[in-house]
């Protein structure tokens, strides 16, 4: 919908900017194995700007390299290459087997950080179209098994997460908030999953998941405003609370379409960036704060601190570069997530601008997408008290 509206994104742009960060350690691991293979490390070399002595000496110790006086050579009988993947860094892919009528055929590979929510026992798990239902998930042996089906649903993971921020690299003013970059810790866990009907999209069951919670030291961007700025602009807060899950649906969509990503490669978090809740819709399609648990916490106790806080964070460990550059353009990210939501034509909020949304609960001051608009207004800064006044 932003496209069709600004052909100019394509049509007019500066040439591509995509770019990772080759010194994050995952990736840079990965480089050093493969040029270890090809040449040996003499000492005092760096890999690009980076000394990599201690780099050098953990693969040794690991039983790949081997020092000899002042050379590190290769001695592992693997070909590093093969490991190294141009779609993820994460090792362990998910192999899914089809066991119909007694098969046992290798049909497809998943990535470790997507298994959790397409894998789980009882998913609708689609290849080229066709629907298949996973039987079993062997999480320690990495394999899913699946079975052919015709099902008329498919199936939505419920998850929770969990993001602290470790250390803030940057931060500056944005609006009457403020905007940062930093490392963040991030906890996910599947707790169950919706079966939705095709074409109707009504919900037609539930189940539970029962896996491991996945953890990540990654970077991340966020945006937060003021308990005292969100008390004189909504009337509770959960009517802010559905203003920041929609301006973050906005915000998590112009940041992938400017970074050159795909949304999966950037992670969306509302919460209060301590770890002790998240926002998330509940059964009712309401604006919600969760534990990690999946329990209420409750947000009605004034003397309670609230800081709602909208995080983009590196969908991958350690981050791979992305949130960096998208902090360097935070301001047009926000503009351009405003730009979304206002001219989009519906009257309180859809799947183009803000996400599927429930029509506003009666003497609600604000629908949800009145309530997103003016969360990204008063981010963004821009006629931040003529927007309170209109909204």
């Given at each position: 919908q932003h496209l069709a509206r600004h052909p100019e994104t394509l049509l007019d742009?500066?040439?591509?900017?995509?770019?990772?960060?080759?010194?994050?350690?995952?990736?840079?691991?990965?480089?050093?194995?493969?040029?270890?293979?090809?040449?040996?490390?003499?000492?005092?070399?760096?890999?690009?700007?980076?000394?990599?002595?201690?780099?050098?000496?953990?693969?040794?110790?690991?039983?790949?390299?081997?020092r000899e006086g002042a050379r590190w050579h290769w001695i592992a009988d693997s070909y590093p290459a093969n490991t190294v993947g141009l779609r993820s860094i994460a090792e362990g892919n998910f192999l899914v087997v089809d066991i119909t009528d007694g098969a046992r055929n290798i049909i497809a590979e998943v990535d470790y950080s997507a298994a959790a929510v397409t894998l789980y026992?009882?998913?609708?798990h689609l290849i080229q179209a066709s629907p298949w239902q996973v039987e079993k998930l062997d999480w320690v042996g990495r394999k899913a098994y699946v079975r052919s089906v015709t099902a008329d649903y498919y199936t939505d993971a419920i998850d929770y997460t969990k993001l602290k921020v470790l250390d803030a690299f940057e931060a500056s003013a944005s609006g009457e908030g403020h905007a940062g970059h930093g490392e963040v810790h991030v906890v996910r866990r599947v707790a169950g999953y919706k079966k939705i009907?095709?074409?109707?999209?009504?919900?037609?069951?539930?189940?539970?998941?029962?896996?491991?919670?996945?953890?990540?030291?990654?970077?991340?961007?966020?945006?937060?405003?003021?308990?005292?700025?969100?008390?004189?602009?909504f009337a509770s807060r959960f009517e802010a609370l559905d203003g920041f899950l929609g301006a973050a649906y906005a915000l998590h969509h112009m940041a992938a379409l400017l970074s050159l990503a795909e949304l999966k490669d950037i992670g969306r978090s509302v919460g209060d960036g301590e770890s002790r809740w998240s926002a998330t819709l509940d059964s009712n399609g309401r604006a919600a704060a969760?534990?990690?648990?999946?329990?209420?916490?409750?947000?009605?106790?004034?003397?309670?601190?609230?800081?709602?806080?909208?995080?983009?964070?590196?969908?991958?460990?350690?981050g791979i570069g992305i949130s960096a550059p998208l902090y360097d353009i935070r301001d047009q990210v926000l503009q351009r997530a405003r730009d979304l939501v206002g001219q989009c034509p519906c009257p309180a909020g859809c799947p183009a601008c803000i996400g599927p949304v429930l029509p506003p609960e009666p003497g609600?001051?604000?629908?949800?997408?009145?309530?997103?608009?003016?969360?990204l207004d008063l981010l963004g800064g821009a006629n931040a008290g003529a927007a309170r006044a209109t909204h």
């Open positions: 742009a500066s040439p591509e900017h995509a770019r990772i960060d080759p010194d994050q350690l995952l990736i840079l691991m990965d480089h050093i194995r493969c040029a270890a293979f090809e040449l040996p490390f003499g000492e005092g070399e760096t890999f690009g700007q980076v000394p990599i002595g201690e780099a050098l000496d953990y693969l040794a110790a690991q039983g790949v390299l081997h026992e009882g998913a609708i009907r095709y074409y109707t999209h009504e919900n037609i069951g539930y189940g539970n998941v029962n896996l491991p919670d996945l953890e990540m030291h990654t970077t991340a961007v966020w945006w937060t405003l003021p308990p005292e700025v969100i008390a004189s602009a969760r534990t990690l648990d999946g329990q209420p916490f409750s947000l009605d106790d004034p003397r309670q601190p609230f800081h709602p806080t909208v995080h983009l964070y590196d969908h991958y460990p350690g609600a001051r604000h629908t949800a997408k009145s309530a997103a608009l003016l969360v």
